[in-house]
Each structure stands twice: as structure tokens, then as C-alpha cells.
């Protein structure tokens, strides 16, 4: 099983600030099958990035993602007010599907 | 546009049964790989279970033995059948569509109760 850990566990940025969100796994995740998902209270989670880098449809592209292996990025270039969040790394390269979902990073204004 | 509706949540006793259902328009279930996330109140998403297009199912080893999710292709929905009800499984379940293993759509989700 494949543990993800996300750090920091919240992240204080001021808009206009750039933000870096890390996800490391317990063991090489396959051909970078790494997503990310923000989410804002009361709304389901919105798929971010998949394979590591490449964006969702309708994702602006202040957004991106980076890493290859154990160790992946989420970043945010200049932070809007929309963009305060929760935001979770997911694995979905192997099985089991235990452990799918990091534990997340809450992204609050400073 | 691709649609998901979650609904069957609600308060249950411990031990008892509830069916959530999953509504899909917009793209066809059976030819999907479908799954369900629940999200325990003020905590992080957790993976319950996923039936592929071929019908295939796994689960997470804390619903196993439980909890069955299943389709109906006529009507397009995914189910989860959820039995022995546990304090620890009160959470919002998300259906989502998978597209090579990743949740492209989710619904809204339906919150579900255990308690006495």
C-alpha cells in the first residue's frame, strides 16, 4: 500500500503570493499516476492536475504540478481568492486503493 | 454535460442498512470505471470502493464484507448497498466517474448518519 503525505498541513499566503504544496509517497508511484483535487467547504472535491502535470479541462493555468517518483508539487503561481482551499494528492497507479488520498493541505489567507 | 446525483442518505441506527444511489446523465455508467469517496465530518477524503466496466469490484478493507456497489444499466445509476452500520462509517459519500483511474466528476454527495 501506498501512504501519501502532504505537507505542510496548512499553509498561510497572502493573494498575489505563490503557493507550494508537497505530496510524498511511501514507494515510486507508477508512470506518475499522481492527481491533485482542491475543495472548498460544503462542495465536492474538482480534479486539479492528473499525471502529475497536466491540467484539467477549465483549470486556469496559474496552476501546476511537478515530480516524478516519490515526491510531487502543486503549485499555485499567484494566489487568488478563490483559490483558499483544501487541496488533496492522490495516487491512482496501484492497487490496492488503500491510502489513495493524502490526508490534505488547508491553503488559508494570511 | 456530465451529471452525477447522489441520494439515500439520512440518520440510521447502528447496524442498520441504507442504499445511496448515483444518478449519471451526460455519459454512460456501464462504460465507466465508477466510484465512492466519503468524507467523515472535518476529515479528508477516503476511497470506499470502485466497480470497473467490467464489472469488477474492490473495496476499501474497512467496508469489506458490508458494503456492495453495483450498477443498473438500464437506468444508468451506481448503487452502494451499505449493511452493519458503524458509528465510524457516518460521512459525505461522493460518487464519482474515473477516467484511467482518476475522478474527473463527482456529485455533490449524500450525508449519512450512524447513530442511535
Known sequence: EIVLTQSPGTLSLSPGERATLSCRASQSVSSSYLAWYQQKPGQAPRLLIYGASSRATGIPDRFSGSGSGTDFTLTISRLEPEDFAVYYCQQYGSSPREGTFGQGTRLEIK | EVQLVESGGGLIQPGGSLRLSCAASGFTVSSNYMSWVRQAPGKGLEWVSVIYSGGSTYYADSVKGRFTISR??????????????RAEDTAVYYCAREVQGVATNWGQGTLVTVSS
Not at chain 2, 72 to 85: E, P, V, W
Open chain 2, 72 to 85: 443498473d444499466n438500464s437506468k444508468n445509476t451506481l448503487y452502494l448497498q451499505m449493511n452493519s452500520l
